[in-house]
């Protein structure tokens, strides 16, 4: 027999990248463009970064997929996981039975939660979490004899997942275009991003972010608040490209939701686990939401994992009143996952990641932002811990954007990945949100390559004529 790693030593780039044309179906991807341009291999990972199978070097400024938070190659997490294989590899929670990891990280995670939350539902992904907040919040007022309340509001370019109910959460044009979504009982309303929405209006940041918030009331007002049963929001839209809403945004959805009794869900699945310099980004940005989605960042993505952290609220109506929730998955609270979720809490709490992104890295990046910000090629410059956006734009100091159709982020996308560090475009917004572990050294190193980055993308808009000019 063929020993595997033996056999991956011997195939080239070419025949990694045929033998994946041929096989292996990539998530949101043009397979026919993919097989003609050929996939890359990423082979292996150390700390915050990557290396492809021609040897390339590359500074992962983009936590794998927001998920990575405690770097690559921890033992820590390896070990829990090689443990728990050896002990118990799986045991499902059906048949009234558990297993001591999902039990212990059911009691870590309430304990790092914000207050109110005692009790945690696992799925496997962030999309089945939010899967089961669309059944957890129908059912909770099923309940409560308001079965008619079954409506979920959401925004626009949200990110909620791939699932049916997921992406029907989401607000993602291009993924409602494909599969008859959303399903019935979800709607959305505008997103909180000020440049697009509150700038061309005169308005503040702050007065905005008021006028966004109102657009919830609004919609609750035009529906009937008694066919209203949450709200759901990402504190910051990770996937949307990473915006940010101004400060006066979350308290005042926050009261709006307690004006209408409306259940507010805070999808933590990128914002989670320190990523916004809080355990939560709730936390953050001053909201008290009855049920949190988290996945990612609980496992720092070696393993997949993900739940619901259930409030106190909706906790005492289903566990004393709602008889069998008829909703769970093979793998909630697979041993394995959990073993190594608990792993990476504990290294997230001994590293102290949470404070060090508050008070230590969040700022730095902050600080390294700003000198980005002066690059003829940005025009707004925005982070939140360590989460960070740049918008690129034709005139800067008009704030006139690219023609969509030029594909200037993703024309500095290939820059980032030739120059040896991951930025994610979307649209003409460049987002990062590198792992937690990463040091000012790493941030300066960083900021250094995408400002190259900048340089050549600039220098690409101005031989093709479209500006800025020089």
């Not at 043009?30 to 082979?43: C, E, F, Q, S, Y």
């Not at 033992?75 to 050896?86: C, Y």
Request: with cysteine; hydrophobic share 40%.
């Amino acid at each position: 027999m063929t020993d595997t790693r033996t056999a991956r030593t011997t195939r080239t780039t070419q025949d990694w990248q045929a033998a994946d044309a041929r096989h292996f179906l990539h998530p949101f991807t043009d397979h026919g463009a993919l097989a003609k341009k050929g996939a890359r291999i990423i082979t292996r990972a150390d700390n915050i970064y990557l290396w492809d199978s021609e040897g390339h070097k590359i500074l992962d400024a983009m936590s794998g997929l927001w998920c990575v938070n405690v770097g690559y190659g921890q033992p820590a997490l390896i070990d829990a996981a090689t443990a728990q294989l050896r002990e118990l590899p799986f045991y499902n929670a059906f048949f009234q039975t558990a297993t001591p990891p999902a039990i212990e990280l059911a009691e870590l995670l309430a304990e790092v939660a914000p207050e109110g939350f005692g009790h945690v539902f696992f799925s496997g992904s962030g999309s089945e979490g939010n899967d089961t907040v669309v059944r957890m919040v129908r059912r909770y007022w099923d309940v409560l004899g308001e079965p008619d309340r079954d409506i979920i509001v959401s925004r626009h370019n949200a990110y909620h997942g791939s699932t049916m109910a997921g992406a029907s959460l989401g607000g993602m044009a291009g993924m409602h275009a494909q599969g008859g979504l959303p399903i019935p009982g979800i709607v959305h309303i505008g997103q909180p991003y000020w440049w697009e929405l509150g700038r061309p209006q005169g308005l503040s940041r702050e007065q905005f972010g008021l006028v966004a918030a109102g657009w919830l009331e609004d919609r609750i007002l035009e529906l009937g608040p008694h066919r209203v049963a949450a709200f759901i929001g990402e504190p910051v839209q990770g996937a949307g490209g990473v915006i940010i809403p101004p400060a006066t945004y979350w308290p005042e959805v926050q009261r709006i939701c307690d004006k209408y009794g409306v259940l507010l869900v805070s999808d933590e699945v990128i914002c989670g686990f320190g990523r916004t310099g809080r355990w939560f980004g709730c936390e953050t940005f001053g909201s008290r939401p009855d049920l949190i989605t988290f996945a990612k960042g609980v496992t720092s993505g070696y393993v997949p994992l993900g739940g619901v952290l259930v409030g106190d609220r909706v906790a005492k109506v289903l566990v004393e009143r709602g008889g069998e929730f008829t909703h769970g998955y093979t793998y909630s609270g697979h041993p394995v996952a959990c073993a190594v979720g608990l792993a990476n809490v504990r290294l997230i709490r001994e590293l102290g990641l949470v404070e060090r992104v508050r008070d230590d890295t969040g700022p730095y990046l902050a600080a390294a932002w700003r000198e980005l910000a002066t690059h003829p090629l940005v025009g707004d410059a925005e982070t939140c811990g360590l989460m960070g956006a740049l918008l690129l734009v034709a005139d800067k100091a008009g704030g006139r954007a690219f023609d969509p159709a030029l594909e200037v982020g993703m024309a500095c996308r290939a820059h980032c990945f030739r120059e040896g560090v991951i930025m994610r475009a979307v649209g003409d917004r460049m987002i990062i949100a590198p792992p937690l572990v990463i040091t000012r050294a790493q941030i300066d190193e960083m900021a250094a390559l995408i400002r190259r980055c900048l340089d050549l993308t600039l220098a690409d808009a101005r031989r093709h004529g479209w500006g800025p000019a020089a």
